[in-house]
């Protein structure tokens, strides 16, 4: 049966007196919603972001998300490749177009000269007490005459990853601490495990492929035999030298021997992949790798541990290559203040937490490698705060804009060095040539 819709007239103003009592705090927090409310006020900004694919890619997705429903705009994620060299040439398409297309970019700690004409300065939108929380190093490096081309997003040095069930069952106490005993430990137990019907079993895989992947490799083994970064700080080139060619013909010798041939094609997942399924004693990666191989679905979860890449020799250094990726706001935005705001969202102290715990993904923050809930759940973090700050910067600030011109010259000669189509001598005579040209 339907009841009037229309009350009595006392009814009526009873209604109304008591929706006068029980509505004004309502209505007052209507109006003030929609007074705070920034869509009121012409946000509904679209921004495209070209972030991480992989591991964290759905954490920062959804931050990104929450962002956008929190300020009223609206984040569309445009993918990028992975290899960071392809990644690269990606973005320079869009830089030569001066495209809006893409607003908010996940750059490399390397490409700062080459991104700094494309960037929006960030120093209009983070003042100094902002910027000083993040790693001085990192914000020096990102600042290209005088701009701030981008904000430290997360970091990167590169680690050994050890099997400890498989060093106990050889008999080995500790992890290598050179090259040369990682030989040794990787041969013996290649042999042991494919002895005992595991024909895959690698004792080493790291990334050979020519792209920014093998660069920073290769900077390891070089430095680790103290034969420099290609061209030093003070722009002398140094590449072709006796340490640093002994570096590549060790490598080399591992390429078919206790590494797969294929490595020479290995990025970072590909490693990882034989890595992760169990069948490699040691490997070469970045941070990233820990949580994923932690992962209770993993087959080594709680098998491995990490520690310092290897020195060339007794008197060698540890290396251990600088890495990491920055957000920048590109100069051709159409939405820079908005685009802005969500680089202070993905850089906050909230959201670098929870991609340490949950990725393994070292902070941009240096106060965050102190912080209780991180180390709880990482706690080799404590080690990780010396390993960056003095982990092996590539040359990228001596040589700006030419960084990736450089950088070809040399992945391209070392991986033909591991495929055996290049001497280690001649190759570092070409890097030579090019860095001569560009160091200038
Ligand atoms: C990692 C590093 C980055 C480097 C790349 C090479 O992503 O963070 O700096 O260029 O690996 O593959």
Redesign the pocket.
């Known amino acids: 049966m339907r009841t009037s819709v229309l009350p009595m007239k006392s009814n009526i103003s009873n209604s109304l007196r008591s929706l006068n009592r029980r509505s004004v705090p309502w209505i007052c927090s209507f109006f003030l919603a929609l007074f705070l409310s920034p869509t009121v006020f012409g946000q509904g900004k679209l921004i495209r972001f070209a972030g991480e694919t992989g591991g964290a890619e759905a954490s920062s997705r959804a931050v990104a998300q929450e962002w956008a429903q929190k300020t009223g705009n609206k984040v569309e994620f445009i993918s990028r490749p992975q ?2 060299s392809a990644a690269l040439q990606q973005a320079q398409q869009y830089w030569a177009a001066k495209s809006p297309d893409i607003d908010v970019y996940m750059v ?3 490409w700062q000269g080459i991104c700094a004409p494309h960037a929006t300065d960030l120093k209009k939108y983070f003042n100094e007490g902002d910027v000083a929380q993040f790693f001085p190093r990192i914000i020096e490096n990102n600042t290209v005459g005088g701009k701030l081309v981008s904000l430290p997003w997360f970091g ?1 040095a590169c680690i050994l990853y050890y099997r400890t069930d498989l060093l106990e069952k050889y008999g080995y106490k500790e992890p290598p601490k050179t090259w040369e005993e990682l030989t040794e430990m990787a041969k013996k137990i290649q042999e042991g495990e494919r002895a005992a019907g595991k024909p895959d079993f690698q004792g080493f895989v790291f ?1 050979g492929k020519a ?3 093998v ?2 490799n290769a900077i390891e083994w070089i430095y680790s035999f103290d034969g420099g970064t290609i061209v030093e700080p003070d722009k002398k080139v140094t590449i072709n030298n006796p340490n640093a060619i002994k570096a590549l013909e060790t490598a080399k010798g591992w390429v078919g021997t206790i590494s797969p041939k294929g490595v020479t094609t290995y ?2 997942e590909e490693a990882r992949n034989v890595w992760q399924a169990g069948n490699a004693a040691f490997m070469r990666n ?1 941070p990233y790798a820990y949580a994923l191989g932690n992962d209770p679905k993993s087959v080594i979860a709680g098998k491995f541990d990490i520690s310092v890449l290897p020195k060339g020799g007794e008197n060698g250094k540890n290396a251990a290559a600088l ?3 920055q957000l920048m706001v590109s100069a051709y935005s159409k939405a820079p203040d908005a685009a802005a705001d969500l680089v202070r969202t993905l850089t906050s102290v909230e959201t670098l937490k929870k991609r340490a715990i949950e990725f393994s993904l070292l902070p941009s923050r240096p106060a965050l490698y102190t912080d209780a809930d991180v180390l709880a759940k990482v706690p080799w973090f404590k080690n990780m705060l010396p390993v960056l700050e003095n982990a092996v910067a590539r040359p990228s600030t001596v040589t700006g804009a030419d960084y990736n011109q450089l950088s070809t010259s040399f992945f391209q000669n070392v991986n033909k060095v591991l495929t055996g189509g290049e001497t280690a001598p001649n190759a570092v005579q070409q890097v030579e040539k090019v860095a001569k040209r560009i160091a200038r």
């Open positions: 290899d960071a490399d700690v390397i990167d990334q792209s920014e992947s660069t920073c990025g970072e970045w890495g990491g990726w």
